[in-house]
């Protein structure tokens, strides 16, 4: 919300939260123009609703907010995974009112209001996923769905990111590979190191602390994300099982030629990763 | 070279490199007083020889010096796995000098001499690595090991450096876990993930980046690594397919307890990791 004052996006940001803690540490500051008992009164008169809270919450909240919500409303979330929340969240939200899912790829492994920040999402890419054949197809949906999408993409490229638009399906298969499974190898990595004497931690270099850093993410939020996107996950972790055991082969073979090339490959393929701003 | 010139650890340094125009690079810098065609030459009455080359050219470079270190000389190396040099070292360094391994963790994905920096062992952990049972037991060896060892253990320290004095096997299975098994597991994400659209790159956030970073290594450096390393590294790796196979039947039979319980023991043992100086 920091983000979206300082840009200028909203006349009126009203904020609900379940944790009294936290609705009382909004009231007062400057992004927060009013704060709510309720997820419904929170949203009355909204045109756009962005539902923040973990992936195994987002459905309950919008079911909370619904009644609240008036025709043309434009709801979203910020769940990274999508396509059992889009799924759900279509028969929830009530009609005149459009639920299209988006996906910042911002943050940190640390979560909470006291890590929000406004440059958060500057440069980032954001997934919106209308339901698949929603946006070209105006015929089935009418052009409401091709509206909200625009309005989705044009509010998070006002917050500085750079906007993708992707069925929830296809999103989820992108964010296992490029999110999930990276997170499951840390934490394996993780596993393997803690069954060492502790003293090895003194021996490790920075590779080591950037190959783990995620496995430091909040394992609540990664069991939410991860029984969510259950299915995807487990193809990339057997994808990543055939990687690992082709290498091991060509390895423990000896055979320099293959393994020079297949760590070729993999440096030619790092090397070209964008930079990301801010981090 | 830099940081032994500036802390003042040397009356005279001298360097030696394979490369004609790494030789001329040296020439007249701060910390470099002559510069040499071949390695017996350069180290023809230095009390102390650390030989910096990569782990496959270490023992040819050190035969190759050999014929020039005087009597006392202690010799080191820099190379990232330690038994095979080590023994080969003992035998081709002549009697009256010392071979004792080192391994300074520090530096990043990039090599050679433009990355080279005065502040890279700063805080970081430097392996002292004497031939098993040579330390603590004088007979064997006579003093002169033990005194090779504390004379390297001050040097490193005085660049910075926490030093730890282990055997060459010792060192060898803990950098396998620690440095070479993080390689191969970042090469193997990057080979998962350089089989799908080239455009997923965008889509990857600050995670992808860091546990896909050291993929970014020289790949002829690490295939000299790995070789000098295997049956280590495949231990390693047997134990982190070991750990993935745990961690994806969790999941798969979504026991999120089960689930919950390892990645709460990850967070738990990467949230002690020390932090780093400088990185």
Known sequence: MQAVRERGLARHLAAWSRSEGTRAACVGRAWCDSVHESPAECVRGAELVVVCVPVDRIVEVLAAAASGMGGGAIVSDVGSVKAGICRAAGTVVPAGAFFIGSHPMAGTEKSGLEHASAGLFEGRSCFVTPPSGAVGDGEEWGGGVVKAVGVLERFWRALGMRTFVVSPQEHDEIVAGV?????????????????????????????LRDTTRVAG???????????????QILDALDNYRAELDSLRAVFRDGDDKALYAMLSRAKEWRDLLPLLPGS
Chains 1, 2 share one sequence.
């Open 179 to 207: 999110s999930h499974l990276p997170h499951f190898a840390a934490v394996a990595l993780a596993g393997v190191l803690m069954r060492r004497p502790s003293q090895w931690r003194e021996f490790g270099g920075p590779g």
């Open 217 to 231: 993410g909040d394992p609540g939020i990664w069991c939410a994300i991860a029984s969510e996107n259950r299915a």
